[in-house]
């Protein structure tokens, strides 16, 4: 019984969310290191896994401190990407000539490179943090757009009409019927979204800047410090991350009925 009881405490160890992507990253930093010692990779290629983890643990109050700036540059343009991407899809989910006008001008603007536009921001903006928050902004800002335009087309005609048959008004019938079926593809761009705002915000620290994770990487790049540039790169990781939950936990709280949202049942033999 005892046995039976240690077998089951060690499946569902193993079946908990973040322990697989765990043991996956274990396993790839293992081979990371293997192959460097196979090989015989120098290292000012790629930095061995002791090293980046060396400069984690001796550097990690500075490296915490110029996260700050690229932390609130990717919130900040997170949450205007939500705060104007969610009317303007609603405003193009409504109205066939405001899309015929406005969506294909935003696939348009994707093409462009962000890295491109970038240095206009430092031009017309300055050195500050407003040049980083655009950038995350209009990095996260289309997969709001798209996400929010498919959830509230999907929304079924007939549900609609029921709506509106029970006399609801266009409020009523927006807040009981589109706004519920829409969520679920609104949350999904919003999850898109807060990653590509890490990207978009150490664009903008690439392009001029003197903190931030960005330039940290980059100051790392002009003197070959490869250890503390992989550093910043999973610094960066796990901004995304931890973004990417905080985003989701809200979508648990917002949308708990949705079939996203059940725990799977798992059947074990």
Not at 79 to 87: E, Q
Not at 102 to 115: N, R, T
Not at 159 to 187: C, E, K, T, W, Y
């Amino acid at each position: 019984m005892a046995e039976l009881k240690r077998e089951s405490g060690v499946s569902k160890a193993l079946n908990a969310a973040w322990v697989r992507p765990f043991l996956f990253l274990l396993f790839i930093v293992v081979m990371w290191d293997l192959t460097i010692r196979l090989f015989q990779i120098p290292a000012y290629q790629i930095p061995a896994p002791g090293d980046v983890v060396a400069v984690l643990r001796t550097d990690w109050p500075e490296l915490l401190r110029q996260a700050w700036p690229t932390t609130y540059a990717t919130i900040c343009g997170f949450l205007l990407s939500a705060l104007f991407g969610i009317p303007v899809a609603m405003l193009i989910a409504g109205s066939k000539t405001v899309e015929s006008y406005v969506y294909p001008l935003l696939v348009f603007s994707q093409s462009v490179p962000k890295i491109a536009i970038a240095p206009l921001f430092v031009v017309w903006f300055g050195f500050g943090i407003i040049p980083k928050v655009i950038s995350a902004f209009l990095l996260g800002f289309f997969p709001v757009v798209v996400s929010a335009v498919q959830g509230f087309k999907s929304v079924d005609p007939d549900m609609v009409d029921l709506a509106r048959a029970m006399q609801g008004s266009r409020f009523q019938v927006f807040r009981a019927v589109n706004l519920p079926h829409a969520m679920p593809a609104i949350f999904s761009g919003l999850k898109v979204s807060v990653t590509l705002a890490v990207v978009g915000a150490v664009v903008g620290e690439f392009v001029g800047s003197n903190s931030g994770i960005g330039y940290v990487m980059q100051r790392s790049i002009g003197t070959f410090d490869l250890p503390t540039m992989f550093a910043a790169l999973v610094i960066l990781a796990l901004l995304g991350v931890i973004l990417f939950w905080v985003v989701d936990r809200i979508e648990r709280l917002v949308i708990p009925w949705h079939v996203s949202q059940r725990e799977d049942i798992i059947f074990a033999s």
